[in-house]
């Protein structure tokens, strides 16, 4: 089977914000504000639902309402892009009550997002076979200068059928989230310098296949659930290409990291694994002398495969944009990266 792509982005393409996990508390909402004007400067339209100013527990909203409104954003003709304002907690909760049947049937849409967003990105995309974006969230568009790779998402979503696109690992990256919530709407504070590694240390590597993936913390959960399709993803739409595995994390140390990988691996999910792409860890300590490089060593050595760590994915800003079931090529070299996405 072939993945389907969504429509390319157009300069007055009308783009859907909704919260699918969590809404914005009042202090924030400049950010909501800011990214709107930024994004309309563009030349892009946008809307924003009912459920992104609210938040009450952690939520949006009631898991109805959130599903109510992402549905009513899918099956509205005029909306090309769905971006979340940011991710959350609990979106793992809508799953049970989203018609699988009737996105399938739909014309693919894009979602692009990331944290508790890659939730919902990964399930939609290995139940229905649509792409989806990991990347850049709303609020982060607040600021008034875009670094390289945020800016990206537009020429990623952009990009049409058959053609490719081509993203670099960044010079530098944000360590600490301190500095942007002091100084709300103004960008990342880009401190410290960007350094691609490989778990054995190779001067150079490369590896093809079909990206999936997204955030370790959230996805974990889905593993043995009614929402669990990576082996019928995998076998239906990567069965010749393989699988390139980008995956981050938020808050986790080095052994939630290995159990949450050995979880996925007993479960199969690394069937037909050409590489793994593992973005810059966030709220991370060793345990002991047990680090990060040990928890992918003991999961994914056996395997025989490239192992890239320290990537631009996830929670340290800032980071490449990945499209769910693109086939693409990664290169690595001293440190730096390139990753070359080809929508067939």
């Given at each position: 089977m072939k993945i389907k792509y969504p429509a390319s982005l157009k300069p007055d393409s009308l783009i859907g914000v909704t919260a699918p996990s969590s809404g914005v508390e009042e202090s924030l909402h400049i950010l909501v504000d800011e990214a709107k004007l930024q994004v309309e400067k563009k030349g892009f339209k946008?809307?924003?639902?009912?459920?992104?100013?609210?938040?009450?527990?952690?939520?949006?909203?009631?898991?109805?309402?959130?599903?109510?409104?992402?549905?009513?954003?899918?099956?509205d003709d005029r909306i090309s892009i769905i971006m979340p304002p940011w991710g959350g907690s609990f979106a793992m909760e809508i799953l049970p009550i989203i018609d699988w049947n009737k996105l399938k049937e739909s014309n693919p849409k894009w979602i692009l997002g990331y944290s508790d967003i890659s939730t919902l990105n990964f399930v939609y995309?290995?139940?229905?076979?649509?792409?989806?974006?990991?990347?850049?969230?709303?609020?982060?568009?607040?600021?008034?200068?875009?670094?390289?790779?945020?800016?990206?998402?537009?020429?990623?979503?952009?990009?049409?059928?058959?053609?490719?696109?081509?993203?670099?690992?960044?010079?530098?990256?944000?360590?600490?989230?301190?500095?942007?919530?002091?100084?709300?709407?103004?960008?990342?504070?880009?401190?410290?310098?960007?350094?691609?590694?490989?778990?054995?240390?190779?001067?150079?590597?490369?590896?093809?296949?079909?990206?999936?993936?997204?955030?370790?913390?959230?996805?974990?959960v889905l593993v043995g659930t009614p929402f669990d399709n990576v082996n019928n993803f995998v076998n239906q739409y990567c069965h010749d290409e393989g699988v390139i595995w980008y995956l981050e994390t938020?808050?986790?140390?080095?052994?939630?990291?290995?159990?949450?990988?050995?979880?996925?691996?007993?479960?199969?999910?690394?069937?037909?694994?050409?590489?793994?792409?593992?973005?810059?860890?966030?709220g991370?300590?060793?345990?002991?002398?047990?680090?990060?490089?040990?928890?992918?060593?003991?999961?994914?050595?056996?395997?025989?495969?490239?192992?890239?760590?320290?990537?631009?994915?996830?929670?340290?800003?800032?980071?490449?944009i990945l499209v769910n079931g693109a086939y693409t090529t990664v290169k690595y070299s001293n440190g730096k990266g390139s990753i070359i996405m080809k929508y067939i």
């Open positions: 946008v809307l924003i639902g009912e459920t992104v100013l609210t938040q009450h527990k952690g939520r949006s909203a009631s898991k109805e309402k959130r599903v109510e409104e992402l549905m009513a954003f899918f099956q995309t290995t139940i229905t076979g649509h792409a989806s974006a990991h990347g850049v969230n709303f609020t982060e568009l607040s600021a008034p200068n875009w670094d390289g790779l945020s800016s990206k998402w537009i020429d990623v979503l952009s990009c049409n059928e058959n053609e490719e696109i081509t993203q670099y690992s960044s010079e530098k990256y944000q360590s600490s989230w301190d500095k942007m919530y002091s100084n709300p709407a103004n960008g990342f504070y880009l401190d410290s310098q960007t350094k691609w590694k490989t778990i054995n240390n190779e001067d150079e590597v490369k590896f093809s296949g079909r990206l999936i993936g997204g955030c370790v913390s959230t996805l974990q938020v808050g986790m140390d080095a052994a939630k990291i290995y159990r949450a990988l050995w979880q996925m691996e007993q479960n199969n999910w690394f069937t037909n694994i050409k590489g793994v792409l593992f973005g810059r860890t966030s991370y300590k060793d345990i002991g002398d047990f680090t990060l490089n040990d928890a992918l060593k003991d999961v994914f050595e056996s395997f025989n495969i490239p192992v890239i760590l320290d990537a631009d994915v996830g929670h340290t800003p800032p980071q490449n």
